[in-house]
């Protein structure tokens, strides 16, 4: 079997070196006379793979280390009898551990605050879970999941001491998400609570929130995700209290993960042999550092500790004001 990858997909030969020749292209200049003979392809987001790429080779299976598919021609892939598939869900563990890092970096106790919940899916979903195993109250708002046990009203979910966003962008049906969180939602959440947004930029009026914050309205924030990405507002930039490049999900953690799903992606398709999980948990002493503790002050201080060094978003912060800047 011949494996065409991406170069910067990490542990290629750990997932998928026992399955034949494996050859490393880069992504971003992919040729179709560089698949012409593969039986598999790997890539990230910056390959677009589509019937231009692919028709006429022996190409059975395609699988993206990414979360998204944006990239790919599936509808194409399927009419042509190609397998494929994402790895959604597999940054969900180092968005959620980012907002516990930006809460380090604010200084904010989340073993004293009440979390609110927008978009509870891969990311929200586990975010909820690890605010369960430390006895942290949560409220929920996902009108795609109305059974969650935490499920409460968008008002309720925007009336606690930490609101943290991770819906995915829908325009239309039923449930759009595109500027859900406008001017009306944003004068819900109450002076001194903390707003994080790691889901997708325009789930909140970058504008609505741009004026709420220069007429002094006092909520702490935190933007990992922007409206027009790449080109963001850096007025906006300017008043938040730690703003980051979209770089939550972006972790040696989370690649990892996609290479894992991908090799179980490609043996469940092929039906190939699967190989055993490497360990290579790079969040476990993270994990260790939010365990359940009494609510001493010294004991958040150690936590929020450990956590900056692991990751501190000041540091991409202070690189973005920067970069905005120059």
């Known amino acids: 079997m011949t494996i065409v990858a991406d170069e910067n997909i990490p542990a290629l030969e750990d997932y998928f070196g026992d399955l034949g020749t494996l050859i490393r292209v880069p992504g971003r200049d992919l040729r ?7 039986d598999v392809l790997l890539v990230r987001s910056v390959t677009r793979v589509d019937e231009s790429l692919l028709a006429g080779t022996p190409v059975r299976f395609v699988g993206s280390c990414t979360i998204g598919t944006d990239h790919l021609d599936t509808a194409w892939l399927d009419r042509s009898g190609i397998a494929w598939s994402a790895a959604p869900g597999c940054n969900a563990n180092s968005v959620a551990e980012y907002v516990f890092c930006a809460l380090a970096a ?33 409220a929920v708002y996902d009108p795609w999941l109305p059974d969650n046990p935490d499920a409460a009203t968008l008002d309720r979910v925007l009336g606690q001491d930490v609101v943290c966003l991770h819906a995915p962008l829908v325009k239309g049906g039923p449930h759009p998400s595109l500027h859900m969180i406008g001017r009306a939602q944003l004068e819900k959440i109450k002076g001194g609570a903390v707003l994080i947004s790691a889901g997708r930029g325009a789930v909140i009026d970058n504008s609505a929130l741009l004026t709420l914050l220069r007429e002094g309205r006092r909520v702490t924030t935190v933007l990992d995700v922007w409206e027009n990405e790449p080109d963001i507002d850096t007025a906006l930039l300017q008043l938040v209290d730690i703003g980051t490049p979209h770089i939550a999900g972006y972790s040696l953690d989370g690649k990892l993960a996609g290479t894992r799903m991908i090799r179980a992606a490609l043996s469940k398709a092929l039906s190939l042999p699967d190989v055993s999980d490497i360990d290579r948990d790079g969040a476990a002493s993270t994990r260790r550092a939010l365990a359940p503790a009494a609510a001493a002050p010294d004991e958040f201080a150690a936590m929020a500790e450990l956590l900056l060094q692991i990751y501190d978003p000041r540091a991409d912060d202070r690189r973005l004001r920067a970069g905005a800047a120059g």
């Open 106 to 138: 604010l200084g904010c106790d989340w073993r004293q605050r009440s979390f609110g919940i927008v978009g509870c899916g891969n990311v929200g979903g586990l975010l909820q879970q690890r605010l369960h195993a430390l006895g942290v109250e949560c």
């Open 32 to 38: 179709r006379e560089q698949v012409a003979e593969a």
